[in-house]
């Protein structure tokens, strides 16, 4: 039979030997060992090959803006109020040009589906939303990207940001998010979002509890209209951080409830490590959703990049392998099991967590696969390995070949 494309000796999770991927018409058509063919082909040289990383947690919109803004605190208060200052200039084009870098960088590390927040209010009004759906069109053919109109800014104490999310669930914006921490009603705030949610059937996705105090935390009143609209599956949270600060019985009573209503979570580990625990003069806290324990107790979770050069994380390049390898090194993981586990935060879990069919390298699948320089999942985390190369529905969107070490 004739293939489009054969990627040889490729490695696949659980299987200790190599085989031959093959591609037809955008389709995996064949997986095996040594499959017959002199067609085109691409040699994976034993690295393994997987359906791409998944970035459940990005602001695209707010990138590569450290030039604007000053840092002196380190402080949640200070990135957003800096950001909220820079972003009442930002344009259609600026928004896009700087988003098209970060995108570009991560496709090159092997990401292929990504959710994206935009903030849609007075200040953003739809400059940054026009800029990310010209973006999603732009790069389909490598990535798909999806756009969460997000209020950041707090919404009870300026309704104009309802009619601004609203309208943006009209002109394409794919699910609808809020921060109840900015907001001087909280619980009003969730249901508010929960309410345009519902009307336009789509996901939710919550920034929560971003902070070290474990009192007051905003996870009840998410459970609580999760449960009552029927939502389980639909709803996500970020950053939690409040969890990091709870006695562990609690933690495994809020991971138990958020199981049973169906509400995944990310942690942010660049950020998050970032910003908290600013207030401690040594013997800084972690202040990291502790995700391991969640995860154990039934609760889905991811983790993503969240922000890159900017107030909130004045680093980063967009790279999933890496975000996944200090997710394991902060949250002293050792064992096999638990890197692979790392692993499918930043792959299976996370695209769980965004919706749509399951990704996988089966026979009859899309043609979406990267290679990365690894014998497996576990080794994949703990050396951050570099990707080598992606295609998308059969076609090759990047190549970054193996380095040469020139001997004298």
Not at 76 to 91: D, H, N, Q, S
Not at 123 to 129: E, H, I, P, Q
Not at 378 to 393: C, F, I, S
Request: charged share 20%; hydrophobic share 45%; aromatic share 6%.
């Amino acid at each position: 039979m004739a293939f489009d494309l054969t990627i040889r000796e490729a490695r696949l999770a659980g299987r200790p030997d190599t085989v031959d991927i093959a591609f037809t018409g955008g389709r995996i058509a064949a997986i095996a060992p040594d499959l017959p063919g002199d067609g085109p082909a691409f040699t994976a040289g034993g690295a393994l090959a997987f359906p791409g990383f998944v970035d459940s947690h990005i602001h695209l919109d707010k990138a590569g803006i450290l030039d604007r803004c000053s840092i002196c605190e380190g402080t949640l208060a200070e990135a957003v109020r800096e950001t909220a200052r820079a972003k009442a200039g930002f344009t259609s084009e600026d928004v896009y040009a700087r988003a098209s870098r970060v995108l570009e960088q991560a496709i090159l590390h092997g990401t292929n589906r990504m959710r994206s927040f935009v903030e849609v209010d007075p200040r953003a009004g739809f400059r940054s939303l026009e800029a990310l759906l010209q973006l999603k069109r732009d790069y389909a053919f490598a990535i798909d990207l999806e756009i969460c109109a997000f209020a950041q800014e707090g919404l009870t104490q300026e309704m104009e940001t309802y009619g601004m999310l609203e309208a943006a669930l009209q002109q394409g914006a794919d699910l609808v998010g809020g921060c109840p921490y900015t907001d001087p009603k909280p619980a009003e705030h969730v249901r508010l979002i929960f309410d345009l949610a519902q009307t336009f059937g789509v996901a939710v996705d919550f920034h929560l509890d971003f902070d070290l105090d474990p009192q007051n935390s905003g996870l009840p009143a998410v459970i609580r209209e999760t449960r009552a609209r029927g939502y389980g599956g639909r709803v996500s949270i970020g950053h939690v951080t409040k969890l990091a600060a709870m006695a562990p019985e609690d933690v495994v009573t809020y991971a138990r409830q958020l199981a049973d209503a169906g509400i995944a979570l990310t942690v942010l580990p660049a950020t998050d490590l970032f910003l908290m625990g600013r207030g401690a003069d040594r013997l800084v806290p972690r202040g990291l959703a502790p995700a391991a324990l969640l995860r154990a107790n039934g609760v889905l979770t991811t983790a993503a990049s969240n922000n890159i050069l900017n107030p909130f994380t004045p680093f980063g390049d967009a790279s999933l392998g890496r975000m996944a390898n200090l997710y394991a090194n902060v949250a002293q993981l050792a064992r096999d099991e638990d890197m692979a586990a790392a692993f499918d935060m930043v792959t299976a879990d996370a695209a769980r967590l965004m919706g749509g069919p399951p990704r996988a390298l089966v026979e009859g699948a899309p043609a979406d696969l990267v290679l990365i320089d690894a014998p497996d999942p576990a080794m994949a985390v703990r050396q951050a390995a570099p990707v080598l190369a992606g295609w998308k529905a059969g076609r090759q969107t990047f190549i970054r070949p193996r380095p040469t070490l020139l001997r004298p």
